[in-house]
């Protein structure tokens, strides 16, 4: 087999075989919602919606080593009146900012900050990710998760530049607000992902660093309200009840 590859063929003559040539159907592809789900969530009208309604449950991914122009993956959300999501939707400590900094252009040295303005328009003010609309308009890490890294690395410590994230958190797991929309300080996030190590981190942190950040590398979030956010600033999940998912 080919790495890569859906399906393998093998043209040939197969004495006595019983094999034909047969069309493959084509695969249509249906979301469902309970009624409970849509009335958390809402309706959808248009993809924009749609994708929306499932914060980032419906994901387009780019192909690799195929003919095709993308992969789409689909999973259910959960019933809301269900028991493992009233777990997972379940009261999340309330955190604090401990660092803030910026990357201002690819590769650039970040600069730490003490207070930083994010617009929902045009993103976290001199980042580099800066955009309208992005999935990555803001990383964040625990400072837990540092120091778990640099134990893994054999080393006393990470500094929050070194792993590239624009906002670094403690006493909160940021896990627990998967699919949620938080609020620091004034402004209004909502998390769109996990933030996965690149392989900047094996050039950031020495041998062994990519897979050293690996599970500890924080989430992703996009801008909902703007604002500013300071050092200090409290973290903390907003309610599901006014909008918190």
Request: proline share 5%.
């Amino acid at each position: 087999m080919v790495d890569g590859a859906d399906v393998a063929f093998r043209l040939g003559r197969l004495s006595g075989s019983s094999f034909g040539a047969r069309k493959l159907p084509s695969l249509d592809r249906v979301i469902v919602a309970t009624p409970a789900n849509l009335a958390l969530r809402g309706t959808p009208r248009s993809p924009t919606d749609l994708e929306n309604a499932l914060s980032g449950i419906l994901r387009s991914e780019a192909a690799v080593n195929t003919s095709w122009a993308s992969q789409v993956r689909y999973e259910m959300p959960l019933n809301p009146s269900s028991m493992l999501s009233k777990l997972l939707y379940a009261p999340v400590r309330p955190g604090a900012v401990i660092w803030l900094g910026v990357r201002p252009q690819r590769r650039a040295t970040m600069h730490a900050l003490q207070t930083i303005c994010l617009n929902a328009d045009h993103g976290l003010n001199g980042d580099r990710y800066s955009k309208a609309g992005g999935a990555r308009q803001v990383t964040l890490i625990e400072a837990e998760h540092l120091a778990s890294i640099a134990s893994h690395l054999g080393v006393s410590e990470i500094r929050p530049q070194d792993v590239r994230r624009n906002i670094v958190t403690r006493g909160i797991n940021l896990l627990g607000l998967k699919e949620r929309k938080f609020k620091i300080g004034s402004v209004v996030l909502e998390t769109t992902g996990e933030c996965h190590p690149c392989s900047r981190m094996e050039e950031n942190l020495g041998i062994g660093g990519y897979n050293a950040v690996r599970g500890l590398g924080g989430i992703t979030a996009r801008i909902i309200s703007g604002g500013s956010i300071s050092v200090g600033d409290a973290i903390e999940p907003l309610p599901l009840a006014l909008g918190g998912t």
